[in-house]
DNA sequence: GCTCGTATCTTGACATTGGTAAGATAGAAC
DNA sequence: GTTCTATCTTACCAATGTCAAGATACGAGC
């Protein structure tokens, strides 16, 4: 049977996924057409409404596989560490080399497109499962990942901030390198910088400013 | 001369600016529409075009009034920092509460909105004074923010991620709490952790790890 | 193998949107 | 007071998201 000649595709959900991620990942986002989508898999403009309940439902999905992809890059390459202490640090390279590879990608996961991801339960289990893998590296560091929840907490939020905050802005073009070996030096000198405050702050859990 | 019934509006650029932010206020930049703010402003639906190229013009010309008062809460704030050595503490709240009290706003800024930022220029030079700001506290702190270039920029490029990083995931609800002063606590203890790295930093210049 | 139910796909339609063009109006220059 | 020009309106276009109704083909039951 000829995919391309048979009335039924067979299996357009996924056709309809790859050429999602194709035209975000060649023009965008914002210019993602559901009509578009639909003609690149060469189908009707109604046919995606059997698989996606809207268009917001193909971002979704979309973007629930970034962030199982997010999480393999950063647990493959943190797992791939020369040694241990420095997986938390090599996570954050895959963490921030993934937005600057796939940066459109990396905005549908985190922008406004999707304005509640409330809705979709799956999308938010796999982006709770990516920020789970980083706790865990904290944890596998040495760091309190689960000890004292308050400031083990804090710790797990300033160390996705700071990778966060670095992708978004190289993604941004906020900062002018933007090249994959750029950002991997980038992203190993901030975090070589907050490491050393994390340890810090682990030696001495108050500064005296807040408290 | 009454602007309610008045063929010519008088003031439609600034209602038409006005009605966006209120727009993008109340249900987020995404479902902002040309024709709704042109009917908010009580004026056709082509009558935008004479002040904004299109909608993307309009969208900019919002973002550069957002990097306008967030630069200004920024400096307000810390110019108002109780101890100079709290000052970029403060600038990094100020910075994490403005996202947090003008979220679709803060995402019109940093957000994908608006496809090629190098095509207003005004916009950029508003976003260049604002990471400007950031780095004037950073070197007003006793940090280097012009000596060595290079380990100047990573710290304030790491100073900006760290606060930048913080908003992002606070908006995207990504982390449980988005009140203002449940941000404004955990903005302080992210910023406290990553201090204690930056003076840190600052006396052990290599950690090993990069170099 | 044949019928039939159902999931899949198509055609057709509708309201809405961003954007352009041509005409109407009013304030400003002279 | 006439004329010029910026501003605003009406009319229109192509494209989009979404829905409804009809066409097609795969699989269950006989």
Redesign the pocket.
Known sequence: ?DQET?????D?RRALLAAAHETIRTRGAAR?????V?RAA??????P???F????ALLAAVAEQGFRALRQAVEARSAAAARPALALQEAAVAYVLFAVEHPDLFRVMFGPQLADKSAYPSLQAEAAAAYQAVEEQLARCGLPGEGSSDRAGHLALASWAVMHGLAMLLIDRQVGEVNATAAEDLAKHVTDIFWLGLSGYHAAPDSGSTG
Chains 1, 2 share one sequence.
Request: a positive charge; glycine letters at 4%; charged letters at 25%.
């Open positions: 049977m048979s009335y039924h595709h067979g357009l993602l057409t559901l009509r578009e639909a060469k189908v009707s403009h109604a046919a409404y059997h698989h309940k809207n268009k917001d």
